[in-house]
């Protein structure tokens, strides 16, 4: 049971758009549609941003999307703004009722 | 709004043992799964366990099996969290995440325990 390998940071100017990718296996990421990102701010608690690959919760701007090809699963963060500076994770679904998290990944807006 | 409030946290020796709880509002509580994430100091999410509905089946990380029990009381809108054994690498912040159909869409705040002589 591996964490999902997620890269440590990422960065990108206000407007530009960013892409945090998520490696899994066909045992986790490959073998369901059930990742999630969610977004933490430090000293904050976990926020659900995307669930079901692609799909947002209520309240989450459409600036957040995610996809998923084979065992590698994303988050595209476009029109990229101050506040989207944060540590954001993956999630997935790894069979035997089981949840497998990435490492972390640390968003660094310019 | 719903709402989940983690406590019973604190410092324990190395091998001690607490048991962390989770006071759930603001929803319909013996209709969820619920797990317990973890994260220690400076780190990342680490998932530990879920718990059904009913209480009646649980599912653990490796790590943690035959050490960490995950229980619930529903006439009390609670969840549970016993840890033994306590490892210095046990020391993370504990929170509790209503689990809906494998979402973890609701979060408490944590609860912090340290493990040191």
């Known amino acids: 049971q591996s964490a999902l390998t997620q890269p440590r940071s990422v960065s990108g100017s206000p407007g530009q758009s960013v892409t945090i990718s998520c490696t899994g296996t066909s045992d986790d990421v490959g073998g369901y549609h059930y990742v999630s990102w969610f977004q933490q701010h430090p000293g904050r608690a976990p926020k659900l941003i995307i669930y079901?690959?692609?799909k947002r919760p209520s309240g989450v701007p459409d600036r957040f999307s995610g996809s998923k090809s084979g065992n590698t699963a994303s988050l595209t963060i476009s029109g990229l703004q101050a506040e989207d500076e944060s540590d954001y994770y993956c999630?997935?679904?790894?069979?035997?009722?089981?949840?497998?998290f990435g490492g972390g990944t640390k968003l660094t807006v310019l | 709004e719903e709402q989940l409030v983690e406590s019973g946290g604190g410092l324990v020796q190395p091998g001690g043992s607490l048991r962390l709880s989770c006071a759930a509002s603001g929803f319909t509580f013996s209709h969820y799964w619920m797990s317990w994430v973890r994260q220690a100091p400076g780190k990342g999410l680490e998932w530990m366990g879920v718990?059904?509905?009913?209480?009646?089946?649980?599912y653990y990380v490796d790590s943690v099996k035959g050490r960490f029990t995950i229980s619930r009381d529903n006439a009390k809108n609670s969840l549970y969290l016993q840890v033994n054994t306590l490892r210095a690498e046990d020391t993370a912040l504990y929170y509790c995440?209503?689990?809906?159909?494998?979402?973890?869409?609701?979060w408490g705040q944590g609860v912090l325990v340290t493990v040191s002589s």
């Open positions: 718990i059904t509905p009913d209480g009646t089946e649980t």
């Open positions: 079901d690959v692609n």
């Open positions: 995440a209503r689990d809906a159909g494998w979402v973890l869409n609701y």
């Open positions: 999630c997935s679904y790894a069979g035997g009722y089981t949840r497998l």
